[in-house]
């Protein structure tokens, strides 16, 4: 076999490799929260829309974060070192649960679909 066959055979097959190889996918559920942040989801385990939040909001009402949160969370990943606190009511005002750090999973059914501030601490 000549040296220009056996080139091009090469050249073919690794062209075959890379067009075949498969591709990354996006992130879904929970593996989309980025580090350092905290996320809150819609819907149960890490599904639905998604939040992220470095600080907190106050109100989740007034459409200065993010819309459509306001009593519709019903998981949360706590990807922080810190502890976050969930309220039912603006400005921290009402009841009141923690969740600590790296604390991962759906609200009781007590909590689901109730906060409207949360904030770290």
């Given amino acids: 076999m000549k040296l220009t066959h056996v080139l091009t055979s090469i050249v073919t097959t690794a062209a075959l490799v890379v067009l075949t190889a498969p ?3 996006a992130a879904t559920g ?6 350092g942040r905290m996320c809150v989801f ?3 385990d890490g599904t639905g829309v ?3 939040f470095v600080v907190g909001d106050w109100d989740l009402r007034d459409g200065v974060g993010p819309q459509g949160m306001n009593n519709n969370i019903e998981s949360i990943w706590n990807r922080t070192s810190y502890s976050w606190d969930f309220w039912d009511y ?3 005002g009402g009841d009141w649960t923690v969740m600590g750090p790296n604390a991962k999973g759906n609200f009781i059914n007590g909590w689901a679909n109730t906060v409207t501030s ?3 601490y």
Avoid: I, Q, V
């Fill in 90 to 92: 603006a400005n921290g």
């Fill in 23 to 25: 591709t990354a996918s």
């Fill in 50 to 52: 998604m939040a992220t």
């Fill in 30 to 35: 929970y593996a989309r929260c980025p580090d």
């Fill in 42 to 44: 819609s819907d149960r």
């Fill in 118 to 120: 949360l904030h770290m």
